[in-house]
């Protein structure tokens, strides 16, 4: 092991936490929860890293919130859901130590930090419908408005999102008619929240945590880029950092947490780490695989599982904190009546109103001619769409921005405009109005899925919420663009049950640990599912707080002896 210890050391807590989401976070708390000081590094000059951008929500199966309303689940059900879906990518001890340990940490934070969390109603699983685990709600669940005033100072150093509208809950935009009848909201209450600043979803979550450090009276340095581990020679003693240029030696004397969220910001890493070619991010600058730099030098195991590659555009003068460009994703628009997405050949190539299955197709690979088929791709839409439904910040009936996307008066105008087959196009479109007629899609099962229908659907159009005929002009194309995953990264660093990394050799690192989306994402496999992300950190975090801390949890080997086959 690299052996470089400084001459000094500036700072010094038993638990230095690298980052400030909730796995960050969450570690230092627990970590002083037991007995030992902590402290928070973060690069950027806010608190709350991906966290904060999110939706906010934490999905946890056999959860107490559940129970309380009389919904049938349990952690089994939720290990064997899983695994059913995970495609054999996952590890069975990593499956299992997150399902156990997931409604303990909710408990704890709720009962230390006072996270205030509830059931996001009538929200299915993923794959409810397909997976006989599947449920039809109480898995998913979201934060009570926060009152950020209880921030003090700290307020307008805790980061909110630019991609969310945290002035509402899920329940809130669920009773509004969904995101698809934006138009038609009361923002009344959304209004009065943003007034208070009292923070839901993504800005809400994050928030609690904050608190819950600031009670604890946990330092949380910003601006400060951690550059190195330091070692011994025989674990990691700390780090160095710079912060306005100069270095700082910050000790850890049980450990140092990496919870800096994933790569997707490094462009190498996106296609050498994800497979993923030419992608554009919607997260902060900052996200660029430092957790591999650092770890990478003291041998440090990664894994890989298959992921997405998501989709979306945009749209000219929107900015990303000012400094890049504000990517929208497709995800919560491309299933919504009278609207298709097309390949070069003007073909369908998957189901447009389920992520997983359109994503995934778009890195498909024709190994008979070494290309991807389905992309570029279009989003191709009609009028009635723009009339009744958004399109990210474009609301109905508003004129696409210059350089958003093409317009014609007919399908073959469009397609050529585009350089899309124009036949090909054709053909499709009158194929799919015939069926979306009846409300039908037998190819790719378009409207099939629950939860597409509650994400991105028209629940008051008939007869299926996600199927709708383009029949009216004029007609509109998008052209799309890679998107990485929102930082929930295909690749990351190995960790065992206690969240230590671990090295190529098969032994845990002396002193490090990883949390979040910087962990290799073995308790998921394959499979991915809303709210997964936020509860991981929120688990890695308490596990390698209480492992640094001197007091490890031992869920795990007592759910190993009781836990059905």
């Not at 449920?135 to 209880?150: D, I, K, N, S, T």
């Not at 923070?199 to 946990?218: Q, S, T």
Request: net charge negative; charged share 20%.
């Amino acid at each position: 092991m690299i052996r470089n210890l400084p001459a000094r050391w500036d700072l010094e807590a038993d638990v230095v936490a690298v980052g400030s989401g909730i796995g960050g976070l969450a570690a230092a708390i627990t970590s002083h929860d037991h007995g030992a000081t902590s402290l928070v590094l973060e690069r950027a000059e806010q608190v709350g890293g991906v966290t904060a951008y999110s939706l906010g929500e934490v999905w946890v199966p056999g959860n107490r919130h559940a129970r309380a309303l009389g919904i049938e689940d349990s952690v089994e059900s939720g290990v064997r859901y899983v695994n059913q879906l995970s495609m054999g990518y996952a590890d069975d001890t990593a499956v299992l130590n997150q399902a156990v340990h997931a409604p303990v940490v909710l408990d704890y934070f709720e009962q230390h930090i006072g996270l205030q969390m509830r059931v996001i109603r009538n929200c299915p699983d993923y794959y409810y419908g397909y997976s006989n685990d599947g449920v039809a709600e109480g898995r998913l669940l979201e934060v009570e408005p926060f009152a950020a005033e209880q921030l003090g100072d700290w307020r307008t150093r805790t980061r909110v999102s630019p991609h969310v509208l945290y002035g509402l809950t899920h329940e809130d935009i669920f009773e509004n008619g969904g995101a698809a009848h934006i138009a038609r909201w009361d923002f009344t209450r959304m209004g009065d929240r943003l007034v208070k600043d009292e923070r839901c979803l993504g800005p809400g979550l994050i928030a609690y945590f904050v608190k819950g450090a600031l009670d604890r009276e946990i330092p949380m340095h910003t601006g400060v880029t951690v550059e190195e581990l330091i070692s011994d020679g025989e674990r990691v003693l700390g780090v160095r950092a710079t912060r306005d240029g100069q270095n700082l030696f910050v000790k850890a004397n049980r450990g140092v947490v990496l919870a800096v969220s994933s790569y997707e910001r490094n462009p190498d890493f996106a296609k050498t780490l994800g497979q993923q070619l030419d992608v554009e991010s919607v997260v902060m600058p900052e996200i660029d695989g430092s957790h591999f730099r650092l770890a990478g030098p003291f041998g440090a195991r990664i894994a890989r599982v298959p992921d997405v590659t998501m989709l979306g555009f945009h749209i000219p003068g929107e900015e990303l904190e000012g400094v890049a460009p504000l990517w929208r994703n497709t995800m919560a628009y491309m299933g919504l009546p009278h609207s298709i997405i097309v390949n070069r050949a003007g073909k369908r190539f998957a189901n447009e109103a389920f992520y997983r299955s359109i994503f995934y197709a778009v890195d498909a690979i024709d190994g008979a001619t070494q290309t991807h088929p389905n992309f570029p791709c279009w989003l191709i839409l009609d009028s009635q769409a723009r009339e009744k439904y958004p399109l990210a910040s474009i609301m109905p009936g508003q004129p696409l921005p210059e350089g958003v996307g093409a317009q014609a008066n007919s399908i073959a105008e469009l397609a050529s405009e585009i350089g899309v087959h124009a036949p090909g196009l054709q053909a499709t479109i009158e194929a799919f109005n015939r069926l979306s007629d009846r409300g039908e899609d037998p190819e790719f099962g378009r409207g099939t899925s629950p939860w597409g229908a509650w994400m991105c659907g028209d629940r008051y159009h008939t007869p299926n919420p996600n199927l709708g005929p383009l029949v009216k002009a004029p007609f509109y194309a998008v052209e799309l663009k890679r998107l990485a995953s929102s930082a929930i990264a295909s690749t990351g660093l190995m960790g065992d049950a206690h969240c230590r990394v671990m090295g190529w050799d098969g032994a845990p690192i002396a002193g490090l640990y990883v949390a979040g989306n910087s962990m290799a994402r073995l308790d998921n496999g394959a499979l991915m599912q809303s709210g997964m992300s936020n509860a991981r950190g929120m688990t890695h975090g308490y596990l390698a707080g209480r492992h640094a801390a001197g007091k490890p949890s031992q869920l795990l080997e007592r759910a190993r002896q009781g836990f059905p086959a």
